[in-house]
Every structure is written in structure tokens, then in C-alpha cells.
């Protein structure tokens, strides 16, 4: 009888699980209130991004900076790129919607041009870069038949002679990070700190066309957008009822990077630089990056 019991037990809580799945879902009167909550019931919450600790320069041993890309063709990395759908409601947004939107809206505003953020790039650069806008010969053909009209802005093109193509989420292969890896002395252990981010998507004026070629349009420095990152929720498989946010599977490392490059005297060169169209040695390139940082803290207790 108890192991009966024991088995309804985890049965219901199972099915209580689904019923979490969505924020706000138990409080909601209306389907319009999923996904929505009050300030009343925010200040409850008290959900915060875990701060970062002060770390002195002089409790710092070593550090080294890497870059790495992520996958998203990897089934780990799937929480960054799923859905792809724009009709799961509010709470479910791949990770390229959720930095998209909150630069828009102006809740992210540390973008940058590269991985070294010196430049920083407005939202106008970056929509000219998320967007084209062609026009078809029928619509050419229209505009010459009263040119004068059309510049003056009189007459407009009819929209069925303009093709426009984005830049959506389901185009993104994949993300490059730099961060930092240290030895702190204080409390005796290596650590990460994870420095920026960057979508890699196709360039949208090479789409359709033979020789897609992919860029990183804007960097984002991470440490600015973690409280945007922490109230994105990304989807945990294992149980609905606890999803994760963004910026906790970032910091935790909850994914499969594989390193293209490390700081060094060659001006930050890159392994596919120097190892050139031989995609094995630069895994095993990479391998070694990563099996050199391990190393540095092993040393440290070798006496």
C-alpha cells in the first residue's frame, strides 16, 4: 500500500509540474494576464540577478581571455535557439529575441562593434544590418512612370513589388563569448567571467545567394544585460516548473563551446589562423587551450 501511495504521490506532482510551466499561470483570470504579473506581486518575487563579488587585481594570479562559439546545432545548446516560434506566448523567447527586443526597447544599451567594446553602435546601425529591402522590376517599372511623384514622397511603391528580409532567430547557427578565466587567490580556485556575447547570424545581403557568409552584427558586454538576461526564462526540459534564465545558464556554463582563439603576443590571433583549412588540428587546438587553463590551476597546489 505504501509503495501505491508512494506512486500517486509522484504521479500528481508530476502533473502539478505542467501547471507551473507558465509564469503567473495560477493567478491569471484571464488568458491575458498569463505571462503578466503586478508590482505587487514583482516586490514578492524579490528576484534579482546574483550579484558578482569584488575581485582585486592583486588577488589575481593569473588570467587568461578566450573566445568561443556555441554551437547551436548541438543538442545542449538547443535552450538558446528553441523556439523559433512566435506563438508560445511571453515567456518563451529564444535568446536572439530576447536581446533583440530589449535593445529596441532600450533596456540594453552597451552594444558594441567587437569583442573589445571601443565602439559602441547605435540602434539604427544595427536594424540597417537585421533588414533588407528590395525592390522587384514591376516596381521599378512603377516609380519610372512618375518619377517626379514617387520622390516627392506623393506616390508610394504598392507593397507587392517590395520583398524584405530579416533577420530572424531561426537564422542564427550559432554564438561567440569572450570571457575570462582567473585564479583567485582569495579563495583558492579557478574561475570564469563571462565578458560578451555576440548572435553569429548570415549576412542579410548574402541570404539566398550561393556564398552565405556569416558576421557577428553587434557585441553585447554581458555584465550590462543580466538583469534583461535574468528575467528571460530558458525552457529545462527536466522540469517545466523550473526554468532557467538566461543569464544563470550562461554563467554556469550550461553549454558546449569550443575555443577559436586566446589572447597572445600575435595581436589575438586566431587558431584558424594559423591552422589553416585542417578543422581537425583546430579541435585538437582547441582541446589544448582548454587542457593549458586546467593545468595552471593543478600547478598551483604542486609544490
Not at 500500500?1 to 509522484?10: E, H, P, Y
Not at 506563438?87 to 533596456?107: I, Q
Not at 556564398?211 to 538583469?227: G, H, L, S, T, V
Request: hydrophobic residues 35%; proline residues 4%.
Amino acid at each position: 500500500m505504501s509503495k501505491r501511495i508512494f506512486s500517486l504521490t509522484v504521479l500528481f506532482c508530476l502533473i502539478g509540474t505542467v501547471g507551473f510551466a507558465q509564469s503567473n499561470l495560477l493567478n491569471a483570470k484571464t488568458p491575458g494576464e498569463i505571462g503578466k504579473k503586478t508590482a505587487a506581486q514583482d516586490s514578492l518575487d524579490n528576484d534579482n540577478p546574483l550579484p558578482y563579488g569584488y575581485v582585486g587585481d592583486r588577488d589575481v594570479l593569473f588570467e587568461k581571455k578566450v573566445w568561443e562559439v556555441i554551437d547551436l546545432n548541438q543538442r545542449i545548446n538547443f535552450p538558446m535557439y528553441f523556439p523559433v516560434e512566435e506563438n508560445l506566448g511571453p515567456d518563451r523567447k529564444p535568446l536572439y529575441d530576447v536581446l533583440v527586443s530589449a535593445m529596441r526597447e532600450g533596456k540594453i544599451t552597451e552594444v558594441y562593434d567587437d569583442s573589445y567594446f571601443t565602439t559602441k553602435k547605435t540602434l539604427k546601425d544595427i536594424d540597417a544590418s537585421l533588414s533588407k529591402i528590395d525592390t522587384t522590376d514591376g516596381g521599378i517599372d512603377q516609380m519610372n512612370s512618375d518619377i517626379k511623384a514617387y520622390k516627392s514622397g506623393k506616390k508610394k511603391i504598392s507593397e507587392e513589388f517590395i520583398n524584405r528580409t530579416d533577420i530572424k532567430a531561426i537564422d542564427v547557427t550559432g554564438y561567440e563569448i569572450v570571457g575570462v578565466w582567473y585564479f583567485d587567490k582569495r579563495q583558492g580556485e579557478l574561475k570564469y567571467r563571462l565578458l560578451g556575447i555576440a548572435p553569429v547570424v548570415p549576412d542579410v545581403y548574402t541570404m539566398g545567394s550561393e556564398n552565405k557568409e556569416y558576421i557577428r552584427i553587434f557585441w553585447i558586454y554581458f555584465p550590462a544585460a543580466r538583469d534583461v538576461l535574468h528575467k528571460a526564462k530558458a525552457f529545462n526540459e527536466k522540469n517545466t516548473a523550473a526554468p532557467i534564465t538566461f543569464d544563470h545558464l550562461l554563467n554556469s556554463r550550461r553549454f558546449s563551446g569550443t575555443v577559436t582563439k586566446e589572447d597572445n603576443v600575435y595581436g589575438d590571433r586566431g587558431i584558424s589562423e594559423y591552422l589553416k583549412e585542417n578543422a581537425q588540428m583546430e579541435l585538437l587546438e582547441a582541446e589544448r587551450v582548454k587542457e593549458k587553463i586546467r593545468n595552471l590551476e593543478q600547478d598551483m597546489w604542486n609544490y
